[in-house]
């Protein structure tokens, strides 16, 4: 389970309703939704919240560096609250199912110094590809 909202809560975050709501939809380990999956979420929970207001908060927590803004493929953005874990994204081709994945090893280090062109490396993004198990057995 993440801690996005003790997190929060941490940093002294002022936890209006609306807020609060977006964190508990968002508060999960494999979480990656998309703005509208959020709002959709939020608003079960709170009627009144509107679109506008999750686009917000959303975009707040990911310059606060509380969320990861996920963009897998051609798809819409999603917001993943494992944003103080490292770790790589497993994605299924046909659903575009996303899974946090932790593989032991490094990548930075995994990268010979001859294809590293001069550049000094300060992070790394893997994304894994496959078929969930969900649509294989389809």
């Not at 959020?38 to 509107?50: D, G, K, T």
């Not at 798809?75 to 659903?95: F, Q």
Request: negative net charge; hydrophobic residues 35%; glycine residues 8%.
């Amino acid at each position: 389970m993440s801690d996005l909202l003790e997190r929060l809560r941490g940093r002294g975050w002022r936890m209006t309703a609306q807020r609060r709501v977006v964190a508990e939809v968002l508060d999960g380990d494999h979480v990656h939704l998309t703005a509208d999956e959020v709002h959709a979420r939020a608003a079960e929970r709170l009627p009144e919240i509107s679109r506008a207001t999750v686009y917000n908060t959303l975009g707040e927590l990911v310059s606060l560096g509380e969320i990861l803004e996920v963009s897998t493929d051609r798809r819409a953005k999603r917001y993943d609250p494992n944003a103080h874990r490292p770790h790589h994204h497993l994605v299924c081709a046909r659903c575009g199912a996303i899974r946090d994945v932790h593989p032991t090893g490094n990548p930075l280090s995994d990268l010979p110094d001859s294809e590293r062109f001069g550049f000094a490396i300060s992070d790394v993004e893997v994304t894994y590809r496959g078929v969930c198990p969900n649509c294989a057995g389809a």
